[in-house]
Every structure is written in C-alpha cells, then in structure tokens.
C-alpha cells in the first residue's frame, strides 16, 4: 500500500490540470497486428487520432508489432515471440534468453499456458518505472498483467481499455469441444483470466467499447458497471467510403473478417450456410483471415465441399481490405460473440449491406436499418438472410445507405479519441481530488 502520490506524480497532476487536454500517453498493446485483429488497428487508430489532437503518444508493443503513423513513436518491448507464424510454439535457441521474464515465458508455454498478458506487463512496468515522470497517463490495451499493479503502486496514473472479457472466448470454445485432454489444456490456457479481473479492479478507471461489454466485464470480472466508461470504436470515413460511381459489385460475394478461427467467431456456421446457398447459385465467400491448421473450419471445407468456393486472403493492408468490402454484395458476421465488432462499421463506412447475429454487442453497434439479424447459431436463419440480400438489390443499397449514415452519425477514429482523451483528463483530476482529501491509493 502506498499512501497518497509520491511527490513527483503530485507535480504532474498538477501540470495536466494547468495544460488543459495537452497530455503525455503510454499506450501499452502486448501484440498488435498490423493489418487484422482489433488490438493493432485500435493502437494505430487511436494513437494518430491523438497526436493529431495534440497530445503526445509513444506506443509500447510486443510482436507482432503495430504499424504506426509518422510522429507516433513505437518501443519495442520484445518477447521470445512463441507463437509467430509459421512456427507457432517453437523452441527458442538458448541464446534467445535475455532474463527470468524470457525463462517465465517459456516454462508457461510449455505448460500449456498464454504467458504473453503477464510477461508484457512485466516488461513494460520494468521500462515504464524510470520513465515515470515521462507521462501523464499509461493506458493499457486489455494486456490486465500483474506488471500493472507495480505502476500503481507508486502512484502512475494507469488506465485500460477491455474490449471485452476473455472469459467469454474461454467459455465459447470449453462448449465447442467434447474432448476431456482438450478442455483440461484450454483451461490452462485460459488460465490469465483469473490475473486479468484481479488486476483489472485495481486499476485507476477502466473503459470499454460498448454498453454489452460493460454488463459483461461487470459479470466476469467484478467491476460495478456504473463505474466503466463505454467509448466506442470507429473507422475513418474518408479512407472506409462507398464504392466510386460505375464500380459494381460482385453479384455472388460475399465477404467475412474474422481475427481467428476460433468457435467464438461462428465461421463454421457460414461454412455450412454457404454450402446450402450454393444449391441454388454461384456464391464464394473470401474470409480475411486465416483458418487453423487442422482447425474446425479446415475440416468444414473438407465434409462441405467447398474448396473452390472459398478463399482465405490471410491479413491483408487496409486499402485491399477497403477495396473488399467495395466489391463485396453482402458482409456476414455469424459470430457466437462480440464485444464490439470493428468489421461491422468497416462494412458500413463502405455501404456494404451486413447480415449477423444477435449475439453481444452486434445489436448494438448495427441497429436495425444497417443490416439483418439472425440468432446466433441458427444455420437456417443465417441462410434465408444472405439469399435475401443477395437476391434484392434494392434491399442491399437500402441496408448499405443506412449503415453509411449511421456509422458517420456515431463511428468515427476523431470521435473515439476525443472521448478517449476527455476520459483521460477526468480520470486525472478525480485522483487529484482524491489525493487533496489525503485518501489512500493503492
């Protein structure tokens, strides 16, 4: 326990209040892909947007490591890098070792454990503790790690988004397997959950991406949801636009973005979807996105016969992804869960019709004009919507005008890190308050 703020942390406080909304940020990602997965696009994002708004912003990243805009610096904080691709689980040489984080890394590994939230937390406190008087604020992207508590413990104001609880993911695939080895080895993995809702009460203030969300990390993690801020994401418009007049579309696409090919994702569900649409036309599917070696959707493919009918482009820049959504007739989401969905605004921004589930945030973030629902799950339901679409045109420019509108009503990168830095500067002057009234701060 530490009472009130070392003196050094009480000046900054002090100086932020002064500045107004000019302030110095650590913005912590523990692995941030470039080109797909939500955690590299929201560090890119948010950072640019920022820096653009005056404030100064150096990002910290493990591999894969994000790519940033000009003025946006990044320091490495390296990892043994386990799970890189191609070589997923690979043995490390021992030159590779530099210290006890490395040798914690790998023991977890090998015991079947994700190290990566815990031993980025540790490398980033033991770089961010003689920088202390560098920053105004650390905002950590949902990395929860124990390194965490050794920033607040001597007083440097730490943040977090939670995009959505992991717990959830955890659950998801527990139900999808009937496998005892294999639920007793996705316990293990999953076994950070536990640290991250320990760590994540701990934290100066926490937000997250949507309302669902914030009723979710409140079930798993035990925070009071009254005290979760909720700032949505977005997409630039001006980059994310409708395609150019004259470009049609492919009548027969359709097009899914998904991070991983994992049960919460749903791919499966369209897989078979797909192959009853083709009973009766021509439809392919692209999935930006790569399907697991060995994988359940490796497996559709096979049992449905869809090999010529569908084709995985792997991550892919955000201008070829723009250009996607441009061709695409309709986008689908058949998702199990999620916390927010950056893929569904992406379609939008580009006038691309969606059909999804009712599953998380999706109701949510689509509204009811953008795009058709369907129950999470329901194969048949998933079918009659894409033959819908695919089959009215009328219908897709109609849901594609909507999700236009309703995405540059709420869904914007500028918004997101206005809110963002507004939060920042609150959460700033309640723990001066807080430490004027001599409360103690752990």
């Known amino acids: 326990m530490a009472t009130g703020y070392r003196p050094e942390v009480r000046t900054r406080l002090v100086r932020v209040r002064r500045m107004g909304r000019s302030l110095r940020i650590a913005l912590l990602s523990y692995r941030s892909k470039p080109h797909s997965g939500g955690q590299g696009i929201y560090v890119r994002a948010l950072s640019r947007e920022l820096r653009e708004l005056g404030h100064r912003v150096e990002v910290f990243s493990g591999q894969p490591y994000p790519l940033l805009d000009d003025g946006v610096p990044l320091t490495p904080l390296p990892s043994l890098d386990l799970y890189r691709e191609p070589d997923p689980f690979r043995t490390p040489r021992p030159s590779e070792f530099r210290d006890w984080i490395d040798v914690a890394e790998w023991a977890a590994m090998c015991t079947a ?9 540790l490398r980033a406190a033991r770089h961010l503790l ?15 790690g124990w390194g965490l508590l050794r920033l607040i413990r001597v007083g440097m ?6 995009h959505h609880p992991i717990a959830i993911d955890r659950d998801l695939e527990l139900a999808a397997t009937t496998s005892l080895r ?13 640290m991250q809702a320990r760590v994540a009460r701990q934290l100066d203030a926490v937000t ?22 909720v700032i949505p994401v977005g997409i630039d418009p001006d980059e994310f636009a409708p395609p150019p007049p004259g470009q049609p579309r492919d009548p027969d696409s359709i097009l ?18 797909l192959a009853k649409l083709r009973t009766e036309r021509p439809v392919r599917l692209t999935v930006v996105g790569t399907a697991r070696p060995g994988g359940p959707a490796e497996a559709a493919l096979d049992r449905l016969a869809l090999r010529d009918a569908v084709r995985f482009t792997g991550p892919v820049p955000e201008a070829e992804l723009v250009e996607l959504l441009q061709r695409a007739s309709v986008v689908a989401i058949p998702s199990l869960y999620e916390g927010f969905s950056l893929p569904a605004i992406e379609a939008m921004a580009c006038a691309t019709p969606l059909v999804t589930t009712d599953a998380g945030a999706l109701p949510e973030v689509v509204g009811t004009r953008a795009g058709l629902r369907v129950r999470a799950g329901d194969v048949g339901e ?61």
């Not at 920053?135 to 990395?143: P, W, Y």
């Not at 007793?184 to 959950?193: D, S």
């Not at 997250?208 to 801020?229: F, K, Y």
Request: a positive charge; aromatic letters at 6%; proline letters at 4%.
């Open 113 to 121: 454990g994700f190290p990566e939230p815990m031993t980025f937390s």
């Open 130 to 144: 003689p920088r202390a008087g560098d920053f105004d604020v650390v905002h950590d992207n949902q990395s929860l």
């Open 157 to 162: 104001p730490t943040v977090a988004t939670i």
């Open 182 to 194: 294999r639920r007793l080895t996705l316990r293990r993995w999953y076994g950070f959950t536990g």
């Open 208 to 229: 997250t991406v949507s309302e669902n969300s914030r009723r979710d990390i409140a079930t798993h993690l035990g925070l009071p949801a009254e005290g979760i801020d």
């Open 256 to 273: 899914v973005i998904t991070s991983a090919d994992v049960a919460l994702k749903g791919l499966v569900h369209l897989l078979e979807a």
């Open 382 to 442: 998933l079918t009659a919507a894409l033959q819908l679409v695919l089959g009215s045109p009328a219908l897709a420019e109609q849901l594609g005008r909507a999700g236009r509108r309703r995405v540059l009503d709420g869904f914007t990168w500028r918004s997101t890190a206005q809110r963002t830095a507004d939060w920042y500067a609150e959460t700033l002057e309640r723990k001066g308050t807080t430490d004027r009234k001599g409360t103690t701060q752990c």
